[in-house]
């Protein structure tokens, strides 16, 4: 035993001496070089991000994509507010808007307010001053004017000079009225009080509904001006769409704005049940359909 660990001993040593001389040696010097290469500085290179210099080129806020947005500098969170304002029917009408941006700063806007072009499309639509008592005495419709129009100065540059200026729809007057269930989005711009935002929200109502039987559903969108009904109307009711109530599935039934989901499931369960709903005293014995419940949906339901 005493020769063996002295053996053992021996061997040690000669393992030890022969890595210090030689491979030992520039496993050391690995080390040390691997250290003064961790707190060098060119350990940046593995960290550092290279900063690219923004691109200066004219954009509208309303149309640029992803790409352009990010060669112009802006942070790819602030791309994605842009996206999702304009996703839920956002617009920059003026180049004031633009400052809504999330986080955005003052280098960024004083960078950007130059490039920005706004299209005319998408430029409020000024009240004109009308002669109209209706119009005269509503201070909404005149602090709405006064608003727009300062809305519109802001964000001009000398360049503007250059360019035409856009014409607007000249605003209904007197006793004239459109029919809310015919008019276009220009047509809808005369009615003093509305600009492209409202009529916006007008023809989607519509569509979700299947058109107009009373002006006063026009105050079921948010905020909807009450002065702008004296000048609209509901004159053609042929064009109302019907819902077939026996044939369409619960999820497109869901989708009117007086149905909903419960509604829609249990005219669902009981056809399946039943079979087809032939009348409305049928749908006034369903739990969830109150008189006027009723009295709204009549003129959009269909036995067919």
């Known amino acids: 035993m005493a020769v063996l660990n002295v ?44 900063q690219v210099e923004p691109d200066s080129f004219l954009f509208d806020p309303n149309e640029a994509d992803s790409t352009q947005l990010l060669r112009l500098g802006l942070a790819p969170f602030q791309v994605r507010s842009i996206y999702r304002y304009r996703a839920k029917g956002g617009r ?12 955005l700063t003052n280098e960024q806007w004083e960078r950007l307010s130059p490039l920005m072009r706004i299209a005319s499309k998408y430029q409020l639509v000024p009240v004109v001053e009308s002669a109209d008592p209706r119009l005269s005495s509503t201070p ?24 035409a200026k856009p014409t607007y729809p000249k605003k209904l007057s007197g006793d004239e009225t459109i029919d809310v ?26 569509r979700r509904l299947g058109g ?10 948010e905020d909807f001006p009450a002065d702008a009904l004296a000048w609209v109307e509901v004159g053609d009711t042929s064009v109302l769409q019907k819902l077939q109530i026996n044939s369409l599935s619960t999820r497109k039934l869901m989708k009117h704005p007086y149905m909903g989901y419960y ?25 969830h359909f109150s008189e006027a419940d009723i009295l709204r949906l009549s003129p959009y339901i269909s036995f067919d």
């Open 7 to 50: 053996s053992l001993v021996i061997l040690g040593a000669a393992l030890l001496s022969r890595c210090r001389s030689g491979r030992g040696d520039r496993v050391g010097e690995a080390l040390v070089s691997i250290a003064s290469d961790s707190v060098s500085p060119s350990s940046s290179r593995y960290y550092a991000v290279p």
């Open 140 to 163: 909404r419709a005149k602090a709405l004017g006064d608003s727009v129009s300062d809305s519109l100065s802001v964000g001009s540059d000398s360049s503007a000079s250059a360019v």
């Open 263 to 287: 509604r829609a499931s249990e005219i669902a369960d009981y056809r399946r049940v039943h079979g087809p709903i032939r009348s409305m005293e049928v749908l006034k014995s369903l739990p």
């Open 92 to 103: 920059f009408s003026t180049k004031d808007d633009f400052r809504r941006v999330y986080r």
């Open 212 to 221: 107009y039987t009373s002006t006063d559903q026009l105050l079921e969108i």
């Open 181 to 206: 269930n015919l008019a276009d989005s220009v047509l809808l711009c005369r009615v003093p009080g509305i600009g492209p935002y409202f009529s916006r929200k007008v023809l989607q109502y519509r």
